[in-house]
């Protein structure tokens, strides 16, 4: 396995979407490079308005979107509300790219608005990818739980639980469904890694 590996990089998965916000092309162009080598696929908008309309009209398919702080028309703080507020969209994982390196006061307003994570310019491609990696990994986890077959709290099996078909995904209790989202939005390896999924950040990058 290569030193740094997207989630989406098996032969039979599709590659993972990621919207990329910032209204300097050269910088959309870099984090288009970066990500295309981790395996991912982008989209891109120049400012934030933009990038609202492309996060609706992706919803579905997202699995994370990178916002630049200052941008024009919506910069990323109202982006990232609006993105919050709206319903198709409020589970998207954000990153917030800030060009303030040591202050915190970006930090601390980004995670008021439940922000994924951010990075300061100038940073790391490799610390990039493999952010961005893990919050993918995590995005498919949470809706491959989303979308599997609910178990009653009573522990009786639900009838798509009983399908004979080896295929579906697994079935899970309600409440049990609740504490696992929470876990994998907060980015609880240790539950991803009792579900299937183990995340091990070596010396290069993100092996998934």
Known sequence: MSALQSPSSSPDARPALVLVADDDSSI?????????????????????EEAFKLAKENAEELACAILDVRMPRSDGFQTLENIRRDASTRLLPVVLLTANATGDEDIIRGASLLATDHLAK???????????????????????????????????????????????????????????????????????????????????GLVV
Request: with cysteine.
């Open 28 to 48: 959309r162009s870099l984090l288009r490079s970066w990500l295309e080598r981790a395996g991912m696929t982008c989209i891109e908008a120049c400012d934030g």
């Open 122 to 204: 100038p940073f790391s491609g490799r610390v990039l990818m493999a952010k961005v990696s893990a919050i993918v990994a995590r995005t498919k986890l949470w809706r491959e739980v989303l979308s599997a077959p609910v178990t009653p709290d009573d522990g009786k099996p639900n009838a798509e639980a009983e399908d004979a078909n080896s295929l579906a995904p697994p079935s899970f209790r309600v409440g049990d469904r609740v504490q696992i989202c929470d876990a994998v939005l907060s980015g609880d390896e240790h539950l991803i890694g009792l579900y299937g999924m183990v995340i091990d950040i070596v010396g290069d």
